[in-house]
């Protein structure tokens, strides 16, 4: 059984930064992403803009590409492992892994979020099929003309940006009349010329047929036929760490939950990166013998 003194879970930059912090505190952890990639949720951005240390508006797969550059001028790896669960062994933590478990006096927990799933009728049949909830993942799986992207929130907006640069015919589908997205982001979708939105409308069901995905939309009462090559869904997402934890639960001393796995959907780069390094900061005193900050979700 592998031991170390700090695992670090997931590879985005909360963990890129806490991987990176704890070496440089005189600590080597050991990385884990179930990719074996730097980057996590990131490499889906169409545009990252608010970061100050990029020097101005980068791609998330070009940001992806920094952090994996980051990690290799400190000589850390990124290891391909799903991990299943973590629990208490005595006084230390036993990360189960798909290979041989591994034993950590402290643990750091950014594995970002998971999607939202959309609740209607013939979704769960077509995921991965022709209901995504990634960018990244729909290209692989198909070379696009019409979407549909369901949502009105950031992560929407941008998937339709994105869609939009590749000359691809996008209809963002949105429940409520206005935008949950707001500023320039807004303004940029509503001035596309590949995007139309549909205002006040829900999905109702969704069926594979021979041309693509059938989609049928309600408004006012009315269902609307579509055909896309495929429905993109960007409703929400929510932490992981809560049932990769399970029993074991989010406030244990020696335990660390850093970036949107602690804080939520923000899914702002600038953000993670400095809760990653303020993670790493509690972990590397933790396991030599200060214990401050027992567990990130006190701070």
């Known amino acids: 059984m592998q031991r170390c003194r ?3 879970v997931g590879a985005g930059p909360a963990g890129c930064a806490a991987a990176v912090q704890c070496l440089r505190l005189g600590e080597v952890p050991v990385l884990f992403d179930r990719t074996g990639e730097a980057g996590g949720l990131v490499v889906n951005a169409r545009s990252i803009e608010n970061n100050p240390a990029t020097g101005g508006p980068i791609s998330g797969l070009e940001f992806a590409r920094r952090m994996r550059a980051h990690l290799d001028r400190f000589r850390v790896d990124v290891l391909r492992r799903d991990i299943q669960g973590i629990r208490k062994s005595q006084e230390r933590f036993v990360i189960d892994t798909d290979g041989e478990p591994l034993v950590a006096d402290a643990v750091i927990v950014a594995v970002g979020t998971m999607p939202v799933l959309i609740d209607v009728a013939g979704a769960n049949a077509l995921h991965g099929e022709g ?10 799986w198909c070379t696009p003309n019409r979407i549909l992207v369901v949502g009105g929130g950031e992560a929407a907006c941008d998937f339709a940006l994105s869609l939009a640069d590749r000359s691809v015919t996008t209809t963002l589908l949105v429940r409520a009349h206005d935008l949950k997205a707001r500023g320039h982001l807004a303004t940029h979708v509503a001035t596309s010329h590949c995007i139309e939105i549909q205002r006040c409308t829900r999905c109702v069901d969704v ?3 021979p041309d693509g995905v059938l989609v049928h939309t309600e408004m006012a009462g009315k269902l609307f036929p579509m055909i896309v090559d495929a ?3 960007a409703i ?3 932490s992981m760490a809560t049932s990769l934890l399970g029993p074991l ?3 244990v001393p020696g335990l660390f939950v850093a970036g949107d796995a602690r804080l939520g959907a923000l899914g702002q780069t600038a953000i993670a990166v400095g809760d990653g390094v303020l993670a790493a900061s ?3 005193a933790w396991v030599n013998g200060s214990g401050m900050n027992a567990s990130a ?3």
Do not use: E, H, N
């Not at 209901?131 to 692989?140: E, K, N, P, Q, W």
């Open 249 to 251: 639960g989010l406030s």
């Open 6 to 8: 700090i695992a670090v």
């Open 207 to 209: 069926v594979k047929t």
């Open 297 to 299: 979700t006190s701070i």
């Open 282 to 284: 509690a972990a590397v």
């Open 231 to 233: 429905v993109l869904v």
């Open 131 to 140: 209901i995504f909830y990634g960018l990244t993942a729909m290209l692989a």
């Open 236 to 238: 929400g997402r929510q």
